[in-house]
């Protein structure tokens, strides 16, 4: 059975950062093609970031340069470094394996003065 858990999430001022980590459960994420999720409030869930299994990187045009997102094989943790962040980040993140149907619970993200 696989369990992804995200934690990391919170409030935070603008230009802050905070760091999300998503732990797999039943598989192996040096493996895997992972992704970071989004869903604000009263709009669709969208790409954030993703990494394959070969550890390349994609970003969303919105996050690039302010996100990173870096896999740690030994703890089987993906992470979502966030800098510079603005109100529109605000949401829940979410990481999944791509290509299955297998999603974290997700972590709120409030960026507000």
């Known amino acids: 059975q696989v369990h992804l858990v995200e934690s990391g999430g919170g409030l935070v001022q603008p230009g802050g950062s905070l760091r999300l980590s998503c732990v797999a459960s039943g598989i192996i994420f040096g493996d895997k093609d992972m992704g970071w999720y989004r869903q604000a409030p009263g709009k669709q869930r969208e790409l954030v970031a993703t990494?394959?299994?070969?550890?390349?990187?994609n970003y969303a045009d919105s996050v690039k340069g302010r996100f990173t997102v870096s896999r740690d094989k030994a703890k089987n943790t993906v992470y979502l470094q966030m800098n510079s962040l603005n109100p529109e980040d605000t949401a829940v993140y979410y990481c999944?394996?791509?290509?299955?149907?297998?999603w974290g619970q997700g972590t709120q993200v409030t960026v507000s003065s």
């Open positions: 990494m394959s299994s070969g550890g390349a990187t």
């Open positions: 999944k394996l791509l290509n299955s149907n297998y």
